[in-house]
């Protein structure tokens, strides 16, 4: 990726400054988190405003990481004002068990409200990278398509408040990537999980990268799926799945960017096992 990519345009600079301006304000935050990725989704743009909020960490897209390195998440990510949970927030009511938790969470909070009047309302932010699933949560909490959500980042534009529960009201935010340089394995890992928009990135590069990423820590998936040699160089394997896909161009040649705009689907559809970037000892 190179250095000049515009990856934080100016509506992702106004939905920061929106999220500053309510966070303060809010009981609770659920932190939406890739749980193929959870580091690189923490965005140390909300680490100040976090320090004193009950936070509830989603380790989202469960289904497509790798449940003892998630499990391993939850712990690490666990503290005085945190908990953490895995989900797979595309299953109808799997977050039912989001509200025990933010009641308890928030329980003084709650009792405080209560002593003041029968409306007692906690009020949570949904908080996260682009595409980790935040308004699916928001509606998988309420039953009801009330957000609307889609399998690219960006969805999500303006605040919403939904109610999901008599006693709880959540902001859904727009998803917001670091407005900062960071490390460039952090940035490719946004790209491949479907953070960052595809159009500004090389699919071609990006798909070397994953390619590189897999051989280096997943041994064996590429192989199994497109019966690729692992030791070979990055560009010779997108080759190879290529031909056993069977993408070729008119003269025979391999159709490398069709190849790799399949591997990158094909990582995200989950089509790949389970797959699980990043453990929590890398995290700190
Ligand atoms: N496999 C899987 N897909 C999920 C899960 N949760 C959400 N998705 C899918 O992920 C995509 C993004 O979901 P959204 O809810 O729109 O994500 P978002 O965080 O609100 O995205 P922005 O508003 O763009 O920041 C959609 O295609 C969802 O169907 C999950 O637990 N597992
Ligand atoms: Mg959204």
């Known amino acids: 990726m190179s250095g000049d990519i515009n990856w934080f345009p100016g509506h992702m600079a106004k939905s920061l400054r929106m999220i500053d301006e309510h966070v303060a304000a809010v009981d609770a935050v659920f932190y939406v988190l890739d749980a193929r990725a959870p580091a690189s989704c923490l965005n140390p743009q909300f680490d100040r405003a976090l320090e004193k909020k009950p936070v509830v960490y989603l380790l989202n897209k469960a289904d497509l990481a790798e449940p003892a390195v998630t499990a391993a ?133 990006l798909a070397r990268r994953l390619i590189e990423e897999l051989t280096a820590g997943h041994a064996g998936r590429l192989q199994k799926r497109y019966e690729a040699d692992e030791a070979q160089a990055s560009a010779v394997v997108l080759e190879q799945i290529a031909k056993a896909r069977g993408f070729l161009l008119k003269g025979g040649e391999s159709d490398a960017d069709r190849a790799a705009a399949a591997l990158i689907d094909d990582f995200r559809k989950g089509r790949l096992g389970r797959i699980s970037l990043e453990r929590p000892e890398a995290a700190v």
């Open 73 to 205: 998440w939850e712990r690490a990510l666990t503290g005085e004002r945190a908990r953490a949970v895995s989900l797979n927030a595309g299953v109808s009511k799997s977050a039912a068990a989001l509200l025990p938790l933010i009641r308890t969470l928030c329980a003084a909070k709650l009792e405080k409200y209560r002593s003041k009047g029968a409306n007692a309302t906690l009020k949570a932010m949904v908080l996260g990278v682009p595409n980790t699933g935040k308004s699916t949560v928001v509606n998988n909490l309420c039953g009801k398509y009330k957000t609307v959500t889609g399998d690219r980042p960006g969805v999500t534009r303006g605040k919403q408040w939904v109610r999901v529960a008599p006693y709880l009201e959540l902001l859904d935010t727009p998803g917001t990537l670091y407005p900062k340089f960071i490390d460039r394995t952090t940035a490719w890992r946004l790209c491949f999980i479907g953070s960052v928009k595809d159009e500004i990135v090389d699919t071609g590069e």
